[in-house]
């Protein structure tokens, strides 16, 4: 099967009935990188740059950051790379930064908090980033946003980033890419602000599945008890779908579903065009599309999500069936 699938990474990701899906890949560290051409996949359209300050045992230094980037960048051969910023609290803890005891750090001070808290640390990376994309393309995101004022402060931060390197004289990317993770319910009721806000979005499930159904996802006892794949997170993911749609916005989705074949069938039928996975997932997943039939898929998927009929059964079960056939 390795073989079969290694056969397919110059194969162009088409649908049965002609859609191009975009298949890009999550990495976070060097070693991830030869996979990039090894995949065939479209970029990385996750890059966790945590993994570089969780496994050093003290902050890296501006030019240390710069360093993996630039590297980074250059091993990517002009593939597009999303890089994240920092993510860190929650379930990702640095060693040499410790915060106060939590007594939820899911729900706590991480990610975009702590960055807007601290912002000389999101000043740094993002001076890093800027210098490292020096005439090339930057493409940066942040994580756990979970109102537009957030984007707005980051962005600022950003703008006075720019401004700095350019007033002495540093290069600066030739084009910049400005996005953010949905990973919080309370985006999904700002939706049209958050499309005007940000040049992409990346859906994050892995945590927006944990909120919005209330599961802690390192929980195995909880973790599967609610389905990603049944109508009400269907449901949330295709509107999110929708309002990129809506406002040219575009949407990939990069947790850990993606990486399923059944689960990406489901994504593209609500109208997913780009998903980011790890890389051993790109082979199956393309499998699965080149044989995929999306128009009758799309109409049988959202019928059933729209307007269910008593006997429909468990969406999941309609999928397998529709896989099998
Ligand atoms: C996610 O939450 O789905 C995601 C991709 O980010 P992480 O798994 O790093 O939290
Ligand atoms: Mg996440």
Not at 57 to 86: C, H, I, W
Not at 148 to 158: F, K, P, S
Not at 185 to 190: F, K, N, R, V
């Amino acid at each position: 099967r390795q073989e079969q699938f290694r056969a397919l990474r110059d194969v162009e990701p088409l649908t049965k009935d002609g859609t191009r899906i975009a298949l890009k890949m999550n990495a976070g560290l060097m070693v991830d990188l030869p996979q990039l051409a090894d995949s065939g996949a479209d970029g990385i359209g996750l890059f966790r740059t945590e993994l570089q300050f969780m496994i050093a045992s003290t902050m890296p230094k501006a030019d240390e950051q710069e360093a993996f980037y630039r590297n980074v960048l250059k091993q990517a051969k002009g593939r597009p790379v999303t890089f994240r910023t920092l993510d860190i609290g929650g379930d990702k803890v640095l060693p040499y930064f410790r915060g106060d005891a939590e007594e939820n750090p899911a729900l706590g001070w991480r990610a975009i908090r702590l960055s807007l808290d601290r912002p000389g640390l999101l000043r740094t990376q993002m001076r890093a980033l800027l210098k490292a994309s020096a005439g090339g393309e930057l493409k940066m995101m942040l994580p756990m946003v979970t109102e537009v004022a957030e984007i707005h402060a980051a962005r600022d931060l950003l703008q006075k980033e720019v401004q700095h390197l350019s007033k002495f004289g540093h290069g600066l990317p030739r084009r910049l890419q400005f996005g953010v993770m949905l990973e919080v319910p309370a985006l999904m009721w700002q939706l049209d602000e958050l499309m005007q806000a940000v040049d992409f979005v990346s859906v994050g499930s892995n945590d927006l599945f944990q909120f919005s159904m209330a599961v802690d996802r390192g929980n195995a006892r909880v973790s599967d008890r609610f389905d990603n794949l049944g109508r009400p997170f269907l449901r949330i993911l295709r509107d999110i779908v929708r309002a990129g749609d809506k406002h040219g916005t575009p949407v990939t989705l990069c947790g850990e579903m993606a990486g399923k074949p059944l689960s990406s069938m489901a994504l593209f039928g609500i109208g997913f065009r780009s998903v980011s996975m790890s890389p051993t997932a790109i082979g199956p997943v393309k499998a699965m599309l080149l044989q995929l039939d999306l128009r009758t898929l799309s109409e049988e998927l959202n019928r059933r999500l729209d307007h269910p009929r008593p006997d429909d059964g468990p969406v999941r079960a309609f999928l397998m069936r529709f896989a099998e056939e």
